[in-house]
């Protein structure tokens, strides 16, 4: 079931790193390098925050003019399958041009239009443009690079497995992004992941931090004997708030 809305907004508070230190703390999970991204990521608008939705995915290629001669309703369909999925929503897109990028899905126009479907942004592996127009409409980006032109970029596939970054997502998968990268949150995960960030962030804030802040006027002994301890008490109450292992 898909996470309420006051519990998504309260999660696109946090940072991204954030996110993963509260699942990794809850999850019986391995802590998988292959729910976020592998390959840098470049965030177009940082000031915007974090973003955090479900999956709509699309495989575009703009290289070729033959898709969309092809399929002249390719673009029609796609965007009914877009507005069919409920909100809020993040467009994943595989570019098949990738590394020799020669257009770009996203612009002016097409952020516009997926804005008023329910998206709130994109990541995608190729490239965008009209960057302050697509800050204004509202939508973030996460890309590789900048373009100047779209040349045939048109949609080739869509609600399929797309992998970008390094990583593979399943469409419907929820998605934590900023301007680290973006983390894909398993199912089974989601319920309780509010709740542990949260205690993960005091956690960090009343032992590791505080002792580390309190240095002034100790010796670097005294100060590494302080953090010692302090990594002790930050075990000890992940160990008995997850009932982990404690390998941190």
Same mark, same amino acid.
């Given at each position: 079931?898909?996470?309420?809305?006051?519990?998504?907004?309260? =999660?696109?508070?946090?940072?991204?790193?954030? +996110?993963?230190?509260?699942?990794? $703390?809850?999850?019986?999970?391995?802590? *998988?390098?292959?729910?976020?991204?592998?390959? &840098?990521?470049?965030?177009?608008?940082?000031?915007?925050?974090?973003? +955090?939705?479900?999956?709509?995915?699309?495989?575009?290629?703009?290289?070729?003019? &033959?898709?969309? #001669?092809?399929?002249?309703?390719?673009?029609? &369909?796609?965007?009914?399958?877009?507005?069919? !999925?409920?909100?809020?929503?993040?467009? !994943?897109?595989?570019? =098949?041009?990738?590394?020799?990028?020669?257009?770009?899905?996203?612009?002016?126009?097409?952020?516009?239009?997926?804005?008023?479907?329910?998206?709130?942004?994109?990541?995608?592996?190729?490239? +965008?443009?009209? /960057?302050?127009? *697509?800050?204004?409409?509202?939508?973030?980006? =996460?890309?590789?690079?900048?373009?100047?032109?779209? $040349?045939?970029?048109?949609?080739?596939?869509?609600?399929?497995?797309?992998? !970008?970054?390094?990583?593979?997502?399943?469409?419907?998968? =929820? +998605?934590?992004?900023?301007?680290?990268?973006?983390?894909?949150?398993?199912?089974?995960?989601?319920?309780?992941?509010?709740?542990? /960030?949260?205690? *993960?962030?005091?956690?960090?804030?009343?032992?590791?931090?505080?002792?580390?802040?309190?240095?002034?006027?100790?010796?670097?002994?005294?100060?590494?004997?302080?953090?010692?301890?302090?990594?002790?008490?930050?075990?000890?109450?992940? #160990? #008995? #708030?997850?009932?982990?292992?404690?390998?941190?």
């Amino acid at each position: 079931m898909p996470l309420s809305h006051d519990v998504l907004l309260k =999660l696109k508070r946090w940072n991204t790193p954030s +996110i993963y230190n509260g699942w990794e $703390a809850m999850s019986s999970s391995e802590r *998988m390098a292959a729910l976020f991204n592998r390959e &840098e990521t470049r965030d177009f608008m940082p000031q915007m925050g974090p973003m +955090i939705g479900y999956a709509v995915t699309v495989v575009q290629q703009a290289s070729d003019p &033959e898709p969309p #001669r092809r399929n002249p309703n390719a673009g029609s &369909e796609y965007r009914h399958y877009v507005a069919s !999925v409920p909100g809020p929503k993040i467009v !994943v897109v595989q570019d =098949l041009d990738k590394p020799d990028f020669v257009g770009a899905f996203w612009g002016e126009v097409n952020s516009n239009v997926h804005r008023a479907l329910g998206c709130v942004g994109t990541i995608t592996d190729g490239a +965008i443009r009209d /960057v302050d127009e *697509m800050t204004n409409a509202g939508f973030k980006a =996460l890309a590789s690079r900048l373009c100047v032109g779209h $040349a045939y970029s048109a949609p080739v596939r869509w609600n399929c497995p797309v992998t !970008v970054f390094g990583c593979t997502i399943e469409p419907g998968s =929820l +998605i934590h992004a900023d301007k680290h990268g973006f983390f894909v949150i398993p199912p089974q995960d989601q319920e309780g992941l509010l709740d542990a /960030v949260l205690f *993960m962030d005091n956690n960090e804030c009343e032992t590791m931090i505080a002792a580390a802040r309190g240095s002034a006027g100790r010796t670097h002994q005294e100060t590494l004997d302080a953090i010692r301890d302090a990594g002790a008490r930050f075990r000890e109450n992940t #160990r #008995r #708030r997850f009932k982990t292992n404690g390998e941190w």
